[in-house]
């Protein structure tokens, strides 16, 4: 059996974790021996990346588009574009119930009982150049996606890259 060219550290992963290389190799871009990590569900990649699910969206009984699972937590996706996907979702549905503000819809999200919640709204605010009580206008997609990259940056300690798969799967969920 031929070895890899390379050795697959935790930092190696993080690396790619943090370049979003991560995205290629999952769509078999990389050798198997990189695959194989990504797959194994490395400790040092954020839960959320492992799990596919940036937002961290809470197990539930939702059926959402390509979910696989959960890991007693939270749902585990097929896809980083799927789990994108549902926390995009997850949002709008908050949104559509009246939380239109960034300072509304993560108190939902992410409750004061077990979040620094103020912190956490005053970074999204801050990186979407809104007020937090602003209500949040939908149809600006540039607007959208600075909330959300900020929204999986706080969630997992680092951005997910490339940000241009934020845009994309809000422009393919029509929000």
Do not use: C
């Amino acid at each position: 059996m031929m070895k890899p060219p390379f050795r697959i550290t935790p930092t190696t992963l993080a690396i790619l974790a943090g370049s979003g290389l991560i995205l290629y190799a999952m769509r078999n871009q990389f050798p198997a021996a990189v695959q194989a990590a990504i797959a194994s569900g490395d400790a040092s990649l954020p839960r959320g990346f492992r799990n596919n699910n940036p937002f961290n969206v809470r197990k539930s009984a939702v059926k959402w588009r390509g979910k696989t699972g959960n890991d007693g937590a939270f749902e585990i996706f097929a896809t980083m574009e799927a789990g994108l996907a549902a926390g995009i979702v997850n949002v709008r549905t908050k949104v559509r119930r009246g939380a239109d503000t960034i300072e509304k819809f993560i108190n939902i999200l992410s409750p004061p009982v077990e979040n620094d919640t103020a912190g956490y709204i005053s970074q999204v605010a801050a990186a979407a150049r809104i007020g937090a009580a602003d209500v949040v206008d939908w149809n600006n997609k540039p607007l959208l996606a600075r909330i959300f990259a900020e929204m999986v940056k706080i969630e997992n300690g680092r951005h997910l890259k490339p940000l241009d798969l934020i845009s994309k799967v809000i422009a393919k969920n029509a929000i």
